[in-house]
């Protein structure tokens, strides 16, 4: 057991405004910031990129052979694309650091007499740091207060073994904490000595500092630019040879090959996913769930099985003492949330003195073995609150109801050691000082932790009827607590003996009812393909009960359908990916579980809170801490975090997630589509006796307008309303999976072919055939971009329209803007002339619509039931009644037919 060493008086720690003259003078608690990349540094690795390189060599060739126009248009082609690559990176890090800026680490600090949070940053020297279980040290400082103090500092140390800190350990390093490092039980109180640079994880940063990886499937579109580069240069090699053999002259040619090369690869991809991800990720930041790693954004539309804990997240969190057990009498609680006034009723009355007495005594050892406290409304009429764990915040308002007085009790009876409550011992034990010298022991703790002959000197005969009543208050529904308590004379030596040979003082069973919202939630997971899973560590019974009311089990379920922790060990639960609800699992047990169902390909979610989550939370693809009443380690091991703690959050970032997928999905088919457009009308024009069927100069100013202007615009396209009501899609599926491909081609061809068809139709008119093509090709693809919206009048973008009038402005100066036209090599368009173009464009607009008609069919049949559920899966219950059965959760369903277009 650790020994406390407690100052009598608490540190008030500086005051704000000295606060404020300490974080001047020393500067913010920060790793010195990334450095600021120059303007012209962004430029030049613009440049660098390969497309462009090639496009410098083209205005180079323009220039050698007298072609002035095509090299204008070329050089602003570069001019364009280069700014546009430099302001989408600087904004995607813009995005990215405000989200960073929203999930600061934070710290609890003493300020102006007592404990308040601060970002971590604020935190200066002289500060008093408040540190609890699952805190990552804020700055490096020196203990004043210590009990039970166990930290992790492999961080700094790559020391995997925790480390115990204590006011009095002999080793000064034993005295003190270092930055960075994570708390892992036991509390403290320590001055703050160094910050930012100078402290321990500050001389360490620069190893540490986080390079941002590219997200995977930016990683996979890098794949297919490159794969697209290779078939786009070879097909705009065959259109160069087809042009000479034509006859057209070979610098002309070059020129158009490499230009076609240009509009052809998309190479503002990885920027626009870049873009598509940030803002997705904006966009969950204004729905209550921080990102903080941009892949996230991504994964989360995949997730495919969602583990969950209970306190908290399916329930309000907000405990309340209902019913207390004694061996003598069984009582009721009455009152409301940890408002302190109520009664205690044994039968209806107030409780004969025999009763009190016993009644009493469990309530006193449950209020001494307790570091929480209540808080009194802050307005009239307001309610009262918790401070600390409200399991023990609750036990306090029970004990106020008996009359008792925390801080009286403290007072009598000063704490001198404890072994801190632990999700693994489920179990906290204190010793105080008693007025005649001795000590006295305070345990409480899950029922099979406590009663057990190990700790408790009682007959067998006691320990059943405390056993049997336990199991009896956990069936209702109840979290139960047994409390022990036991005296000694003089100090108990060795730790151990402080949890042996206690007597029984009974039972608190507290009340937790489910969040209104859970089981629609839950509904809503199921319906979006997402399997729920109940991992806790309260009791089976009480898991079971709480199950059922939220529509997880069925209202036969027995408690053998909750698999207990200790049963993943024994053999007895050989699939762990088969039970729905998980009982008294400790963090080990979780990584476990989410382990097993990763193995099977399912992308998971998992909500934690506690520091030993953090492995369970990393392993998951997706940890989701609670913004709340999470610990600091757990937040900042997760992907998301909850700042309203409620798991319809989780729901709501899957669908944005999906939102964010879909349109970069959408936004490939028309990039994809225009680009294989425009190679095969090279191709296939002189077959048709149109020798060279558009300038280089046309072409990049097509590719301009439509990935440029429209090709942005569809990133914030909303989510389509189905989104939610299909499958997740498999996390193996490749970007342009299930029929995106043969999407692209069927509707390049008929782009193609509708382009192609007003020029022959123009040049058999007499028409400026060339320039009817060029504005044909445009409008077509404009026409494509409105036909693939998801909901076609929607207000939800404005952009996507406005682009798409700006570039048909863009295209009108083309034509008739004699600078523009004299660059472009175009000549102005009659209204009799613009008919080939306008049926284009409602062309382009009809193929996209009647595509998105013919895949939806498919995807709705799928998503509607045809997945089979695997045979051991549970049905799920709905809170109404009917059963709803998991349509995906393996990740090994038939691939979904997608939204995008
Ligand atoms: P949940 O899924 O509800 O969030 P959990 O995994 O957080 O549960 P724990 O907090 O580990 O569960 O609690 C497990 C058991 O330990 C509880 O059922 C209760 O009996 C006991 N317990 C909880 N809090 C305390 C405490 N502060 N002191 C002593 N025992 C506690």
Same mark, same amino acid.
């Given at each position: 057991m650790n020994t406390v060493a407690r100052e009598h008086r608490t540190p008030a720690g500086p005051t704000s405004a000295e606060a404020a003259r300490l974080l001047a003078e020393y500067g913010p608690n920060e790793v010195a910031a990334q450095p600021c990349v120059p303007l012209w540094a962004r430029v030049a690795a613009q440049l660098r990129d390969p497309l462009i390189t090639v496009l410098l060599a083209a205005v180079v060739l323009t220039l050698a052979i007298g072609d002035r126009p095509d090299a204008v248009v070329i050089a602003l082609v570069v001019v364009v694309n280069t700014t546009v690559g430099v302001v989408q990176e600087v904004r995607a890090e813009e995005s990215v650091a405000a989200l960073s800026a929203l999930s600061t680490p934070r710290a609890r600090v003493m300020r102006d007499g007592g404990p308040r949070e601060v970002p971590s940053a604020a935190v200066v020297p002289h500060d008093v740091l408040v540190l609890g279980e699952g805190d990552v040290v804020a700055a490096d400082a020196g203990l004043t207060e210590s009990a039970g103090l166990l930290v992790d500092e492999s961080a700094l140390t790559g020391e995997s073994v925790p480390v115990d800190k204590a006011v009095s350990a002999a080793d000064p390093d034993g005295r003190t904490v270092r930055s960075g490092t994570v708390v892992l039980r036991g509390r403290a109180l320590a001055v703050v000595t160094a910050t930012g640079a100078d402290s321990a994880l500050g001389r360490i940063a620069a190893l540490m500092r986080p390079r941002p990886d590219p997200t995977p499937l930016q990683r996979r579109l890098a794949d297919l630019g490159r794969v697209l580069a290779v078939v786009a240069l070879s097909l705009c090699a065959a259109v160069f040879v087809l042009g000479l053999l034509q006859g057209q002259p070979a610098g002309r040619m070059g020129v158009t090959a490499i230009s076609l090369a240009v509009a052809a690869v998309p190479e503002s991809l990885p920027a626009v996913v870049t873009m598509a991800l940030a803002l997705g990720a904006r966009h969950m930041a204004s729905r209550h769930a921080l990102v903080r790693r941009l892949p996230a954004v991504e994964t989360l539309g995949s997730v495919t099985v969602l583990a969950t804990d209970k306190t908290g997240t399916l329930t309000e969190g907000r405990m309340v003492v209902e019913r207390l057990w004694t061996p003598g009498c069984t009582a009721s609680v009455d009152g409301h949330g940890y408002d302190p006034s109520g009664r205690l009723l044994v039968d209806g009355s107030p409780p004969g003195p025999a009763e009190a007495e016993e009644l009493r005594a469990l309530l006193t050892a449950t209020a001494l073995c307790n570091d929480a406290a209540l808080r009194p409304p802050t307005e009239a009429g307001g309610p009262w609150t918790a401070l600390g764990d409200p399991t023990e915040a609750a036990l306090l308002a029970a004990a106020a109801k008996a009359g008792l007085d925390p801080v009286d009790l403290g007072a009598a009876f000063p704490r001198i050691t404890e072994l801190p409550f632990d999700s693994v011992r489920k179990r906290m034990t204190t010793v105080h000082r008693t007025a005649g010298g001795g000590t006295l022991v305070c345990l409480k703790g899950a029922p099979e932790a406590v009663l057990t002959a190990a700790v408790l000197d009682e007959t067998e005969e006691v320990l059943e009827r405390a056993r049997a009543a336990s199991t009896r208050l956990a069936a209702e529904g109840f979290r139960v607590l047994a409390a022990a308590r036991g005296t000694r004379h003089g100090f108990p030596a060795? %730790? %151990?003996? %402080? &949890?042996?040979g206690l007597r029984l003082l009974g039972l608190a069973a507290l009340a937790d009812p489910p969040k209104s919202a859970a089981s629609a939630v839950l509904a809503d997971c199921v319906r979006a393909g997402i399997r729920p899973v109940l991992i806790t560590g309260d009791h089976p019974a009480t898991a079971r009960a709480l199950a059922v009311r939220v529509g997880l089990l069925e209202p036969d379920a027995r408690s053998a359908d909750v698999v207990r922790g200790a049963d993943l060990g024994s053999g007895t639960v050989t699939d762990l990916t088969r039970p729905t609800v998980f009982a008294r699992t400790d963090p080990g047990q979780k990584l476990e579980i989410v382990q097993a169902w990763r193995d099977r390909g399912a992308v998971t979610a998992m909500t934690g809170d506690g520091v030993n989550d953090g492995p369970a939370l990393r392993r998951a693809d997706i940890g989701v801490a609670m913004g709340r009443r999470g610990t600091e380690v757990a937040r900042q091991a997760a992907d998301l975090v909850l700042t309203d703690d409620s798991l319809a959050t989780v729901v709501g970032a899957v669908e944005e997630g999906r939102r964010v997928y879909d349109n970069i999905r959408r936004f490939l088919l028309y990039g994809l589509a225009g680009g294989a457009a425009e190679i095969l009308v090279m191709l296939a024009g002189p077959l048709f006796g149109l020798a060279l069927p558009l300038r280089a100069g046309q072409i990049l100013w097509i590719n301009l307008l439509t990935h440029g202007l429209t090709g942005v615009a569809m990133g914030a396209e909303p989510v389509s309303p189905g989104a939610m009501s299909r499958p997740p899609r498999p996390p193996e599926q490749h970007v342009l999976g299930s029929g995106l491909w043969q999407r692209v081609l069927l509707l390049g061809t008929v782009v193609t072919a509708v382009s192609l068809g007003a020029a022959l139709w123009a040049r058999s008119d007499g028409r400026p055939w060339q320039s009817i093509l060029f504005t044909a090709l445009l409008a077509a693809q404009l026409g494509v971009v409105l036909g693939l919206r998801e909901r076609l009048l929607t207000r939800a973008n404005p952009f996507l329209p406005a682009a798409v009038l700006a570039s048909a402005g863009l295209a009108a100066a083309a034509l008739y803007l004699p600078f523009l036209r004299s660059v472009l090599e175009t000549e102005p368009l009659s209204w009799g002339d613009l008919v080939g173009p306008v049926l284009a464009g409602l062309a382009g607009f009809v193929a996209a619509r009647t595509q998105r008609a013919v895949a939806r069919p498919r995807w709705t049949a799928r998503a509607s039931g045809r997945t089979p559920a695997r045979p051991a899966e549970r049905p799920v219950k709905r809170a109404g009644g009917t059963s709803l059965r998991?349509?995906?959760?393996?990740?090994? &369903?038939?691939p979904p037919d997608d939204d995008a277009g």
């Open positions: 060795p %730790a %151990a003996d %402080a &949890e042996h998991p349509r995906a959760g393996t990740g090994m &369903e038939p």
